[in-house]
């Protein structure tokens, strides 16, 4: 029998990410004397990218900022968010719990996130979990990215898994919208960085808790594609 395969987005889906990201955010545009940015200012931004964070920014200031700065700014981003990536960032309830049970279980585990893959290896590694994942892949690993399904099945190949027994589980239209390119199934839950409701993103199920999670893969794995 082939081994089930869970991939985890990991921004707004295993880690409440949004402190440590907003934190770095804000003191890069500092810089700019611009007043510091909240999560409600931000939304699903938090989930797109520091690029798309940085913009937004701008824009709500009514600031104009072009390529070359957004470029330089970027690259000052990553290297404060690497320094300080997991200082109020923790795993979202349950997570640790139901990782550690599907990986007792037999289960392999893989991450397939937008966030660049150095960044997402730092970050798992540094919230002590790494070594539970068969792949890590981030939104530059290839040459596409969520929502571009290639992306889940290159995971999935790392992985060793099959599609017919993997499951996307993740909070935004990216992760649920890449699991239909892909061809496999996906749980989305409610408590990421959407600024949709997880129950309009077309995922085959919704939670609200890790503590439903293996209800549903349970589930989704009984029946057919």
């Known amino acids: ?61 009514n600031l104009a900022i072009d390529e070359r700065q957004l470029d330089e700014l970027f690259d000052q981003f990553l290297a404060d968010y690497a320094a300080n990536i997991a200082v109020k960032t923790r795993l979202f309830d349950g997570a640790l719990e139901v990782i550690t049970d599907l990986r007792q279980s037999g289960d392999l585990l893989a991450v397939c996130t937008n966030k660049t893959e150095a960044l997402a290896r730092l970050l798992l590694e540094q919230l002590g979990i790494a070594q539970n994942f068969s792949a890590i892949t981030g939104g530059n690993s290839f040459t596409f990215k969520k929502p571009d399904g290639r992306h889940i099945l ?66 989704l794995l009984k029946t057919k594609p």
């Open 154 to 219: 290159e995971t999935i190949k790392i992985a060793g898994g099959e599609p017919t027994s993997s499951i996307m589980v993740g909070d935004s239209s990216a992760d649920i919208q890449a699991a239909k390119n892909a061809g496999i199934r996906s749980i989305a839950v409610t408590f990421g960085y959407s600024d949709q409701p997880a129950e309009s993103l077309g995922a085959d199920v919704v939670i609200s808790a890790f503590d439903e999670l293996h209800t549903a893969i349970d589930h």
């Open 1 to 61: 029998m082939t081994q089930r395969l869970i991939i985890f987005d990991l921004d707004g889906t295993l880690a409440d990410t949004a402190p440590d990201l907003i934190a770095t955010l804000n003191r890069i545009t500092a810089q700019f004397d611009l007043p510091p940015m909240a999560e409600t200012n931000l939304g699903n931004l938090i989930g797109q990218g520091a690029r798309a964070m940085i913009a937004r920014t701008f824009e709500i200031n």
